[in-house]
C-alpha cells in the first residue's frame, strides 16, 4: 500500500512509473495483473458529444456608458444568456452560452467554443433598450472566459435503436435512425473513461485536477444525473488554454451539440486501485435502449464497440468520382469531409457517418455491430459514433507525457 505523499515524492524525483489506461489494459488482457508497486499513476481519458457543456463570458460589445445593460446578445449567431451580473453602463455583458445552443441546425455553442480557441473573429450583436451594438471579437479579447461542464464523463452510456417500422429524428443520430433495429448510435470510450475506473470516484474528487479540452482544470464535484450505478462529474478551465482538437461541435438529427474531452490522472495506492484499473471493454455493460421511450431492453458490451473494431476512418480519395453536391460532405457532423474525398484529420471523430453517405466507398471503418447478450442470433450494425476512442488514447497519452514533463501535478 501507498499513499499520496508516496506518489508525489516519486514524481518530485522523477521517480514515478506512469501508465495510459491504454498501456494498463494491454498488461490486464495478456494476465499480467500488475501490482501496486509496479505503476504509480494510470491516465485515463474521454472525448465525445457532451451535453451538458457551457462557457461563462465577458464579452466587450461598446464603449463605456454606450448602454444601461443588454437585452440580447448573440455570437456568431448563438444566443446567450445574460448575466447574472447586468454590468451597468461598463459596455460589456457578462454571459452563459450552452454548448448546445444553436444559431442554426448546423452551427451552436461548441462551434462557437472551437472558434474561439482556434483564434477565429467572433461576430458580437447586442441589443439594449432599442438599439443594436455590434462588435467583432477574439478570444484575447475576452477578459474572462470558462467552460464548465454540468454533466460530464458519465460511467456509461447506452445505445440506441429504432424498434419501430418509421426513422426517427434524434439528438444520437445524424442522419434519421432507421427502424426495425437495423441500425445502433453509441457514446462512451469504455474502458479507457475516467470514472469506468475509478466508479466510485474514491480518487476523483471536488479539486482534482483535470485536462479539460487539453486546459488544466479541476473537477467541482459529481454532475447532474450522476448516481451510484452512473456516475459522472462536473469539470472546469479556462477556455484560452484549451486545444481545439479536443473540443467542438457536432450536428445531429435534432440540431448542434458539444464535443468535449476529459483527461484524468489515478493514483495507484492500494490492490482495489489495481482491481478498478482492470476493468476491460468485454466487461462492461452496454443498455440497448428504443429511442422512443429510453428504456433498457436488452444489454451489449463495450466490446462490440471497441475491440476488433477501427478506432479511426480509412479514406481513399482514388474511388471520389465527382458526383455534384457531397453527400458525406453536407452530412459529416463536424465539418471534416472535403469535396473530393478529402478529411480535414483535425476535426475528424471517426463517427462513421460518412461511410453510409457516400455512394461510392470512398470512407471506410469497420464500426462493429451489438450482440445482445440475450439473443445470439441478432447483431446490430453500429452506424454513429458519438465518442472518437483514437482522440481518447490522444488525451491519455498527452497527460502521461505532461506528468513525466512535470507540467501536471497531482
Given amino acids: 500500500m501507498k499513499t499520496m505523499q508516496d506518489v508525489r515524492d516519486r514524481l518530485a524525483r522523477g521517480k514515478a512509473i506512469v501508465w495510459t489506461a491504454m498501456e494498463m489494459k494491454e498488461r490486464v488482457r495478456a494476465g499480467e495483473i500488475p501490482t501496486v508497486a509496479e505503476v504509480d499513476i494510470v491516465t485515463t481519458g474521454t472525448f465525445g458529444v457532451m451535453s451538458g457543456t457551457a462557457a461563462v463570458m465577458t464579452i466587450p460589445v461598446a464603449s ?73 471579437i477574439f478570444i484575447d479579447d475576452l477578459s474572462s472566459a470558462r467552460i464548465f461542464t454540468t454533466r460530464s464523463c458519465f460511467r456509461n452510456y447506452t445505445a440506441f435503436v429504432n424498434r419501430g417500422p418509421d426513422p426517427i429524428e434524434t439528438i444520437f443520430s445524424v442522419l434519421n435512425l432507421e427502424g426495425n433495429m437495423r441500425a445502433a448510435t453509441v457514446s462512451g470510450c469504455g474502458e479507457i473513461n475516467p470514472v469506468e475506473n475509478d466508479p466510485s470516484l474514491i480518487h476523483i474528487r471536488p479539486g482534482t485536477p483535470v485536462l479539460l479540452n487539453g486546459a488544466r482544470g479541476m473537477v467541482m464535484g459529481e454532475g447532474t444525473r450522476s448516481t451510484p450505478e452512473r456516475r459522472n462529474i462536473a469539470v472546469c478551465a479556462d477556455l484560452s488554454a484549451m486545444d481545439g482538437e479536443y473540443m467542438g461541435g457536432f450536428m445531429t438529427g435534432q440540431g448542434p451539440e458539444c464535443l468535449t474531452s476529459v483527461g484524468i490522472a489515478l493514483p495507484v495506492l492500494t490492490a482495489d486501485d489495481i482491481t478498478r484499473l482492470s476493468v476491460i471493454d468485454e466487461q462492461i455493460a452496454l443498455p440497448v435502449v428504443d429511442v422512443t421511450d429510453r428504456t433498457p431492453f436488452t444489454t451489449a458490451s463495450y466490446g462490440d464497440v471497441w475491440q476488433g473494431t477501427e478506432l479511426t476512418l480509412q479514406v481513399n480519395p482514388l474511388y471520389c468520382l465527382f458526383c455534384g453536391p457531397c453527400t458525406a460532405a453536407e452530412a459529416c ?41 440475450d439473443d445470439t442470433t441478432l447483431a446490430i450494425p453500429i452506424v454513429l459514433r458519438q465518442s472518437d476512442r483514437s482522440r481518447a488514447e490522444e488525451l491519455c497519452r498527452l497527460l502521461k507525457d505532461q506528468i513525466s514533463r512535470g507540467e501536471f501535478s497531482l
Fill in 64 to 136: 463605456f456608458g454606450a448602454f444601461t445593460r443588454a437585452d440580447r446578445v448573440t455570437l456568431n449567431g448563438v444566443p446567450a444568456f445574460l448575466g447574472p451580473c447586468p454590468n451597468e453602463r461598463l459596455g460589456t455583458v457578462d454571459v452563459i452560452v450552452s454548448g448546445t445552443a444553436a444559431a442554426s441546425e448546423r452551427y451552436g455553442g461548441g462551434h462557437l467554443f472551437r472558434d474561439l480557441v482556434d483564434g477565429k473573429d467572433v461576430d458580437v450583436i447586442a441589443e439594449a433598450g432599442g438599439k443594436t451594438f455590434e462588435n467583432t
Fill in 333 to 373: 457532423p463536424t465539418k471534416a469531409v472535403m469535396m473530393g474525398g478529402g478529411i480535414m484529420r483535425s476535426r475528424c471523430v471517426s463517427c462513421g457517418n460518412c461511410v453510409h453517405t457516400c455512394p461510392n466507398g470512398v470512407y471506410t471503418m469497420q464500426a462493429g455491430a451489438l450482440h445482445p447478450v
